[in-house]
Every structure is written in structure tokens, then in C-alpha cells.
């Protein structure tokens, strides 16, 4: 049974850092179950520390795996799978391999810092482009309201597009 869903994330600081601009998420409507998208995803899961603010960026929790659930692609593993934080210009400002992430699900803990704060966090591996239907977790920072927007979907069909482009090597953003 199929049913629209909307996938929201939402990071409760509780204080652990002052000065913390707080993580919010853009309501984001896809084609999914309860349990998320019908099709594979790779997202932003528990957040066990984060801050965005004068003194820069900062993040450490996990990041969530699933395959598509299409019995026509063969187990696999993704290695090299990279966490991209970008620069309002494009420039890669900081990135880190998240791991390596086997179907049908896995997930991998992560940190990763910057001087400053980036415009937009992907989570990528060239291949996801081509097995199957991945939906990205992809943050937008919003200078107005100080907080990073949300939206899940291949990079490809973001609206707004995502504006740079992505390299075909793994364990590289751009």
C-alpha cells in the first residue's frame, strides 16, 4: 500500500552548546509507507551533537541507509561514502568518508566540523545515481531564519536544483 508521507527531521540542541542556531527541517512530501520513502534513502539519523554559529559548524550523530526495495538489484556495498559540506560559492569546505554502506540497510556514525557554515550538507556516493531510486537528505542553510532546511529527494530532482556538480569518483564531492 502506498501512501504520501511527509519525512521531517528535527534536532533538539538541548542546551548542549550555547549560542546554537537550532536545526530545523523543511516539510518535504514524498511517495512512501510509514517506515519512509518506497524507494531506498540515505539520511540523517540520531544527532548526538550539532552547532552552526559564528564560531562555525558542527556535527556528530549518524547517517541512515536503505536500498531500494527492488528484487531485480543485486547486493551491494557502497565504500567511500562521503559527507559534502559546501560553500555558498561551490567550494568544498570540509568532507569525510561516512563509511562503507551494504544493502539492504546500514548506518555508520559520523563527525565533521567547519570554520565556517556551510550552505548546503550532502551525503553522496556517485552510485547512488544508478542503483535504483536514492532519496538524499540534503540540508540548505537559510541565512534568514538561521537554520538549516531539509529536503529529501535524488539530488537531481531537488527543487531548488542542487547547483554544483557532483564527481564521479568516490570519496569526492566535486
Known amino acids: 500500500m502506498r501512501k504520501t508521507i511527509a519525512i521531517v527531521i528535527l534536532l533538539i540542541t538541548s542546551g548542549v552548546f550555547s549560542g546554537c542556531s537550532t536545526l530545523?527541517?523543511?516539510n518535504t512530501t514524498t511517495t512512501g509507507t510509514e517506515d519512509g520513502p518506497v524507494d531506498g534513502h540515505v539520511r540523517f539519523g540520531d544527532i548526538e551533537a550539532y552547532y552552526a554559529n559564528e564560531s562555525g559548524f558542527y556535527y556528530r550523530g549518524t547517517?541512515?541507509?536503505k536500498a531500494p526495495p527492488n528484487q531485480?538489484?543485486?547486493p551491494t556495498t557502497f565504500h567511500d561514502v562521503t559527507l559534502c559540506l559546501y560553500g555558498l560559492n561551490g567550494t568544498v569546505l570540509n568532507s569525510t568518508i561516512v563509511g562503507d554502506f551494504e544493502t539492504p540497510t546500514d548506518h555508520e556514525t559520523v563527525s565533521i566540523r567547519s570554520?565556517?557554515?556551510p550552505k548546503y550538507i550532502v551525503i553522496d556516493h556517485p552510485r547512488f545515481r544508478t542503483?535504483?531510486?536514492i532519496y538524499q537528505n540534503v540540508g540548505v542553510w537559510q541565512n534568514e531564519?538561521?537554520?538549516y532546511a531539509y529536503t529529501v529527494g535524488p539530488l537531481e530532482e531537488l527543487d531548488p536544483p542542487?547547483?554544483?556538480p557532483r564527481h564521479?569518483?568516490?570519496?569526492k564531492c566535486m
Not at 564521479?168 to 570519496?171: D, I, K, V, Y
Open 168 to 171: 564521479n569518483e568516490t570519496g
Open 63 to 65: 547517517v541512515r541507509f
Open 115 to 117: 570554520q565556517s557554515i
Open 72 to 74: 531485480s538489484l543485486k
Open 24 to 26: 530545523e527541517t523543511a
Open 162 to 164: 542542487f547547483p554544483y
Open 145 to 147: 531564519s538561521q537554520v
Open 131 to 133: 542503483y535504483g531510486q
